[in-house]
Nanobody, 124 residues
């Protein structure tokens, strides 16, 4: 499985942005999906995740109520809708996919596949 994340860009604080993660290869519908981000000088951190059934999702505390993860299995695509963006949301955003570990989706080592990252820059 190969993942490609895109949709990043330069936006102003308060704006919205939707990231997409397109998967190639088989089995996307059975993969758990996660989004992580890494800001300059900081470690990669968990943002949001969704189990393969699509009925359970998780989000990091600072993005709850602002970011929404979703998926469209027919399109082999996952999304991260980001609303009310803040300066501290600036980071490279990565999508990832896991074949197992549904209880550990906030951990980066759960994931088997990673996309290349897309830059999100929020300005004042």
């Amino acid at each position: 499985v190969q993942l490609q994340a895109f949709g990043g860009g330069l936006v102003q604080a308060g704006d919205s942005l939707r990231l997409s993660c397109v998967a190639s290869g088989r089995g996307f519908s059975r993969l758990h999906i996660g989004w992580f981000r890494q800001a300059p000088g900081k470690e990669r951190e968990f943002v949001a995740a969704m189990q393969w059934r699509g009925d359970t999702s998780y989000a990091e505390r600072s993005v709850k109520g602002r970011f929404t993860i979703s998926r469209d299995n027919a399109k082999n695509t996952a999304y991260l809708q980001m609303n009310t963006l803040r300066l501290d949301d600036t980071a490279v955003y990565y999508c990832a996919a896991a074949t197992s570990g549904s209880y550990y989706l906030s951990r980066s080592d759960t994931y088997d596949y990673w996309g290349q990252g897309t830059q999100v820059t929020v300005s004042s």
